[in-house]
């Protein structure tokens, strides 16, 4: 199957952003089954993306010559999204059915359809891939350059989550590129930029188009309350590529 991500990968003037994937096999259900691997981590996604991606090119059919290790590290996590998605899509077809807790009557449904293939892609050009995203701190007079999240970065963020004693300052230093003349910048380097400095870095990653991205918000209506909820598919927990999920026994009967 051969996909556009929302962003891709610029070298030059060429714009990578084709990518060639192929099927989940054995191979792939062993590091899925490998608690090493999954438990309290994400060690199974580098390891599906080196099987998975067969190549990488351009719209004009120029294929990337390097290691695709290479591609898969340089990629923003919304290109990895849209890759998982597919790879599952290719693997086991568009529908996924997925379990949801109202967050108001705490009803469980287990049988909640999305259609994969069905999800919104917003693409990033290659010149708006190109412009440095940038917003100056009113406060500290500083400007920041902002980037995505990249695959080690994501890593990083699950050692984060798990120490949490600077978990503000250490996820937002992920996502600067460069603070004044500071580059790479770590978390004590935002220890004191003031508040007011920090909301204009968070609203402007809101409002600004850092990245294309793949739509993984979830608008969904609870079967009992009625009352309208949203949930994120996750398609880095190892269980999105558990392939019960594309049938339920009322999808199983009707296929009979």
């Not at 500290?140 to 980037?147: G, S």
Request: glycine fraction near 4%.
């Amino acid at each position: 199957m051969l996909i556009k991500v929302p962003n891709g990968l610029l070298e030059g003037p060429d714009h990578f952003n084709l990518i060639e994937i192929d099927e989940l096999r054995g191979k792939q259900q062993n590091y899925l089954a490998d608690k090493d691997l999954v438990v309290g981590n994400i060690g199974h996604i580098p390891k599906i993306l080196e099987d998975m991606v067969l190549s990488v090119q351009t719209e004009a059919g120029i294929k990337w010559r390097g290691e695709l290790v290479e591609v898969i590290q340089r990629l923003p996590s919304n290109d990895l999204e849209t890759i998982l998605i597919k790879i599952r899509e290719n693997t086991y077809g568009p529908r996924f059915y997925h379990e949801a807790v109202c967050p108001f009557c705490n009803e469980v449904t287990k049988d909640f359809r999305l259609d994969l293939d069905q999800l919104k892609i917003d693409f990033l050009t290659a010149n708006e891939l190109a412009t440095v995203k940038s917003v100056l701190l009113l406060k500290t007079n500083i400007e920041a350059e902002l980037k995505p999240i990249y695959l080690a970065d994501m890593f990083k963020i699950v050692d984060i989550t798990k120490k949490s004693n600077e978990l503000v300052t250490s996820i937002l230093a992920l996502s600067i590129k460069r603070l004044g003349d500071k580059s790479p910048v770590e978390p004590k380097d935002i220890d004191n930029i003031p508040a007011s400095d920090l909301r204009a870095i968070q609203q402007y990653m809101n409002d600004a188009k850092i990245e294309g991205t793949i739509d993984t918000n979830i608008e969904l209506e609870c079967s009992k309350c009625k009352k309208e909820f949203s949930i994120k598919l996750n398609c880095f927990d190892p269980s999105f590529f558990d392939p019960t999920k594309g049938y339920t026994s009322l999808n199983t009967s009707a296929m009979k």
